[in-house]
Nanobody, 127 residues
Framework: QVQLVESGGGSVQAGGSLRLSCSASGNTAVRYCMAWFRQVAGKEREVIGSSYSGNIPTYHGGDSVKGRFTISRDTNKKTLYLQMNSLKPEDTATYYC???????????????????WGLGTQVTVSS
């Protein structure tokens, strides 16, 4: 496992932007999967997208975030980012970072694939 720490959450008005970061520490494979999930209060956690080191991210979240959210990664810093633009009240959720440090590929959209999780960062979007 690795330790994951998310940051960058907060409160923003609809139409605004936030950039979340997830820093990983610990032993990892040279290339490995990281992902962003989110959970609205009272609902199941849902995947946003995943990233395998050096590859283009895959967005699993469908139309809900398409064109508004962008995943990027700094491999040297072991940091995953989530740029969120044109935020909507329905984006209000706790956002989680996850990792599978063992190097399996391809990355999965399933929670069970990831064995390391951050504590989450809250994003609140007001109308």
């Amino acid at each position: 496992q690795v330790q994951l720490v998310e940051s960058g959450g907060g409160s923003v008005q609809a139409g605004g932007s936030l950039r979340l970061s997830c820093s990983a520490s610990g032993n990892t494979a040279v290339r490995y999967c990281m992902a962003w999930f989110r959970q609205v209060a009272g609902k199941e956690r849902e995947v946003i997208g995943s990233s395998y080191s050096g590859n283009i991210p895959t967005y699993h979240g469908g139309d809900s975030v398409k064109g508004r959210f962008t995943i990027s990664r700094d491999t040297n810093k072991k940091t995953l980012y989530l740029q969120m633009n044109s935020l909507k009240p329905e984006d209000t959720a706790t956002y989680y970072c996850a990792a599978d440090p063992g190097g399996r590929w391809p990355c999965s959209s399933q929670e069970s694939f990831y064995n390391s999780w951050g504590l989450g960062t809250q994003v609140t979007v007001s109308s």
